[in-house]
């Protein structure tokens, strides 16, 4: 984007002032619509990686979530009132915070004991419990719930069974999945 930027005011400080032909208004125009372009292309990108698609229906009753460009389930959740985007694994079977969304949910990793241990696909890493005040989706919350934080690195928290298992129904099908309380 950067680029393209410097290119069109490069463009503009260069080009010819005064009458102008035929080429350079076509010019013109043809360097506009690839403006265009290149700003739409970029603009799905970011949307698409940067703010998951979520639709929360009826006091978060039902949520329907599309699964992502990389073809996995985003959620943004809540923790302590901060909003975390987590990667939704039903292979976790807890909700795994990463070093970075804990110290924005307000928890002091610093002084964390990291005792425990947890068997991922890179390796085994160390974490600590905690207890955050609150986990929040679409206008509904559970309070004092149990989580992990990572000693090692994550791209993303992760959203785990014993969260998931708050919803009397799971369903996944269609590229979409599908949580009712």
């Not at 350079?24 to 998951?52: F, K, Y």
């Not at 389930?73 to 990667?87: A, C, D, I, K, R």
Request: charged share 20%; glycine share 14%; with cysteine.
């Amino acid at each position: 984007m950067l680029m393209l930027g410097v290119g069109v005011m490069c463009w503009f400080m260069l080009r010819p002032k005064g009458a102008r032909s035929l080429a350079q208004r076509s010019t013109d125009w043809g360097m506009g619509a690839l403006g265009v372009i290149v700003a739409l292309g970029i603009w799905g990108d970011l949307r698409d990686n940067h703010a998951p698609n979520q639709a929360v229906i009826g006091d978060g009753a039902r949520i329907e979530v599309p699964s992502a460009r990389d073809g996995h389930y985003h959620l943004v959740v809540g923790v302590n009132g901060t909003p975390v985007e987590f990667l939704v694994d039903t292979g976790a079977s807890s909700v795994v915070l990463s070093d970075r969304d804990a110290r924005r949910a307000g928890i002091d990793v610093d002084n964390l004991a990291f005792t425990g241990f947890a068997n991922t696909a890179n390796g085994t890493v160390r974490t600590a419990e905690v207890w955050v005040d609150e986990l929040a989706l679409g206008g509904a919350s559970l309070r004092n719930f149990p989580v992990s934080v990572n000693g090692g690195q994550m791209s993303f928290s992760l959203l785990g069974m014993d969260y998931l298992e708050t919803f009397d129904r799971i369903e996944i099908s269609g590229g979409q999945l599908v949580l009712e309380r």
